[in-house]
């Protein structure tokens, strides 16, 4: 792509000067196949990053006309709309994920975009409180009137498992931008060419609605991403990623002179429990459906089911039975990049070793580029004890860990050593007298609970909440659903300041309903 | 205090046996003449902190009950008020902060506790948000019910400054129970016998509400207070006082395993501009009215002004003669420990030190023990050109600078320079031309806003804001006002979950309107 969006001028990758830098090539790679296919860009360096924020800092002021907000967000959600074949063939190209869930992915990220320009032109994200004047408080209340206004320039690092949802056009750069707030995006590496068509669009979408293109910005590389949370114009960042990389960046964030919010989506290994009643109820459903939410897309949701606690016993052998039938009718397919199928077989290879773990399904089992799904079953009693400890930790692809607990107190016991998840799950029967105290189990391990459900598919709601204790996430946030725009915002409150000083959403009404 | 209301045992200092670590004595001490009152107490060590966390951990449960909540806020403002005498008295002699003040501020702080309790019964601060089923979305969108649930035991680091009102019984422990979080404080060295007055009274009220006495507990001591914000078990932290001290535990905070939150207050310069045309209209007030809020409670509020932008010329010529007169007639005062006495007395004088400053009143005049309040003056030439930049550090005490300028683009160039505040105030006069621009200066600056206003007294109320962009506080949130309760929040969201497993708060309404 010679016409970068981003401004990146292109460097021939082998131009060495005289103390010039090698400017490091991002190459978009064919997970298909791992040969490269392009190169996309070059790796910003440490005075690119900052040019792209200070260019993103300089917006701030365009961005607070909230109309304008919305305009962008909606011209943003028609242009990829319109553009969809070339987006869904770039992201296929680069990630394997397929037309058929890549257009979904498309629907659900513009549907996303316009659903935030909805909550722009609402305004109730502003969380208007106002408090009047009341000289018997101790101290005094004078007249106090407080909203949020939008914190600054955002780092936004997209994640590798979807390319448009939380990407470029995803879901921390919508909110981010519906708060008024500039966006500098960390391109991921396994979709450069994606994430530059993407950004191209979002920018064609500010010029559009009267706004700056530089309202998003996007920098290549590791190094970059690492400059830019330092940077002292980011006043926050999202992420979504793995534990290490989000981790590091965490740990950046707090380092700082003046440390950021750092909104870090990182690992879950979202738990499920299957009760004794609802294993008797409908095994082979279970096992089938946990399949289907365990493989969707090669398992690389960050809400994969990947541990489980079923009952020992028939009934919880019939479900085992049930999900290595339908875990081995599923196609092997090809992960996001090699690197993530490499961890992925180490991954399973390291698990399946552990003493008393056999492995129902071989997972791995396909061609050179391709992984298949697999189950490994453990007694859970050495987890109770405190063992297996890699067996409590998220496995990226397509895998579960199916623990047979042999009581309710064994379960109990398990659950309380699991590390933070974004979801939990109950399966459960009708009158099933273990589920209100599960149910009381799995509440402190999640930011979402359910029953009867499968975890996969995040609905953009306002009531979502896409999140949840560490690991899971980073701070107490959503990532997902109306109230991911609080991420963004800090509240300021006006003391005894005369109506004409004050923004328009504080004033009082005035007769012609203004205010 | 033999029968210590948290458990820790009395013993002596200098009990040194095979093995055991001498317990560090925990004095009060009189800052008025820097002597010891009595011990009260001994620091608490690894075990005994663990101990008090695991005691506080216990009682969630308990805390999970609302009614009880409230009932156990209102009967700890019934037994404060009750104690008065007792508590203004042990208060005063540990901090001199006098009588007056200190009836004050117990008012204040009974008033939050009620204040609370109100919140508590409203329940608006679960922020509860339901999304009915949708199947016509991508993904459809299932029943989704989202509350907030309180996070587990939160540390709070009790302010040297607020004996009260932002120590044992003050304003985070008052929001942390409300939330339904067990509290563990660590009290502040400058006052342990209040402290553990305190909180006798704060467990006796959770006896009389029902709840057991640990929803409470105290320790004391600099390493204590270094374990509990690490401990496993504390799941936030709130603490006011200095940059030091809070930036180390906000970096033991992140550094965890599993990082928490840290609600920070640090330290605020509290700056105010002051126009030419507010100075040409009442330069003796403004004069007058500084010289009362940065000279209130000898200048040790964290809302003192501590830094004013005054014109250059007549009327700033007769601004700075008002507010000098006006302070060089407040008495000496006793500062909280002489410590902070010895601290102030170096910082006034380096800051004297430097080129161009001049020192109208001479602060620190005074016997052994008290300090007089004082003005530094300097143009703001040097600070424009980033220069003199201790100017633009708090200096904790009776101490203000002022820095007078020449233009408005130098005085908004100052301002670009400051660090986060608290507080940013203007003074203007009636159709000022300057005032839209320099509020624009000062929003991004602080947290709250104030025109023609003095920052010191912070009301408690909806829409209050007490907190700012770092070094003010360590997080987007306040410590003051209804909204405090969200630190000790997280989200939680229920998918299709069937009605009698859902919490109250998430069912539907029935027919006789519960729910």
């Known amino acids: 792509m010679s016409d970068s969006p981003t401004g990146t001028a292109f460097r021939i ?69 319109a553009a969809r074949d070339r987006v869904v063939e770039a992201a296929d190209a680069e990630t394997a994920l397929g037309p058929v869930r890549l257009t979904g992915e498309l629907a659900r990220t513009t549907a996303q975009l316009r659903y935030f320009a909805g909550i722009v032109e609402d305004g109730a994200f502003l969380d208007v409180r106002i408090s009047r004047p009341d000289p018997a408080t101790t101290p005094p209340t004078p007249d106090l009137r407080r909203m949020k206004v939008p914190l600054g320039v955002v780092a936004v690092y997209a994640a590798s498992n979807f390319p448009l949802a939380f990407s470029v056009p995803g879901g921390d750069t919508a909110s981010a931008l519906a708060a008024g707030c500039p966006v500098v995006v960390k391109a991921h590496p396994d979709h450069p060419a994606t994430s530059e068509l993407c950004a191209a669009l ?73 009760t004794e009643a609802a294993a008797a109820e409908r095994a082979e459903e279970l096992g089938a459906g946990l399949a289907a939410s365990m493989t969707l897309g090669q398992g690389q949701f960050c809400t994969k089911p990947g541990f489980v606690l079923a009952p020992a016993g028939e009934a919880g052998d019939r479900f085992l039975s049930a999900l290595t039938d339908a875990v081995s ?98 399966h459960t029967a009708d009158e099933d007298p273990e589920a209100p105290g599960l149910l009381a189990d799995l509440t402190p391990l999640a930011g979402r609970i359910l029953v009867n459900g499968w975890p996969t598919g995040v609905a953009v709601a306002d009531a979502q909440h896409h999140g949840g204790p560490y690991p899971a996430t980073t701070s107490l946030s959503t990532s997902v659903g109306g109230t991911a725009i609080e991420r963004w915002l800090r509240p300021v409150t006006y003391q005894s300041t005369p109506q004409h000083l004050l923004p328009p959403e504080l004033r009082d009404a005035t007769e012609a309903g203004e205010g």
């Open 13 to 81: 990758a082998n131009n060495v000067g005289e103390g010039r830098v090698v400017a490091a090539p991002v190459w978009s790679v064919d997970p298909r196949t791992g040969k490269a296919r392009e190169q996309v860009a070059v790796e910003a360096d440490a005075a690119e990053v900052d040019a792209a924020v200070r260019a993103a800092y300089a917006t701030r002021g365009a961005l607070a006309d909230r109309g304008a907000r919305a305009r962008l967000l909606r011209a943003a959600a028609e242009l990829l709309d």
């Open 202 to 274: 979002l920018r064609k979408a500010a010029a559009e609605s009267g706004l700056p293109e530089d309202v998003v910005r996007l920098v290549h590389g590791f190094d970059a991403g690492t400059e830019l949370v330092r940077h002292p114009l980011v006043a926050a960042a999202g992420f979504t990623g793995s534990v290490r990389g989000g981790r590091a960046l965490f740990d950046a964030a707090a380092a700082r002179p003046v440390p950021i919010p750092f909104h870090g989506e990182l690992g879950s290994l979202n738990p499920v429990v299957i």
């Open 329 to 426: 009718e599923t196609e092997p397919g090809v992960m996001l990049d090699h690197r993530m199928r490499d961890a992925f077989l180490d991954g399973v290879r390291e698990r399946a070793a552990l003493p008393g773990v056999t492995v129902t399904v071989t997972p791995g089992a396909g061609g050179e580029h391709t992984v298949s799904g697999g189950v490994l079953v453990t007694d859970a009693g050495p987890l109770a004890e405190g063992g297996h400890a890699a067996l409590l930790e998220e496995c990226f692809g397509p895998v579960t860990v199916v623990a047979r607990y042999a009581s309710r107190e064994e379960a109990g016991t398990v659950l309380g050593l699991l590390p933070g998840n974004l979801t939990a799950t109950l």
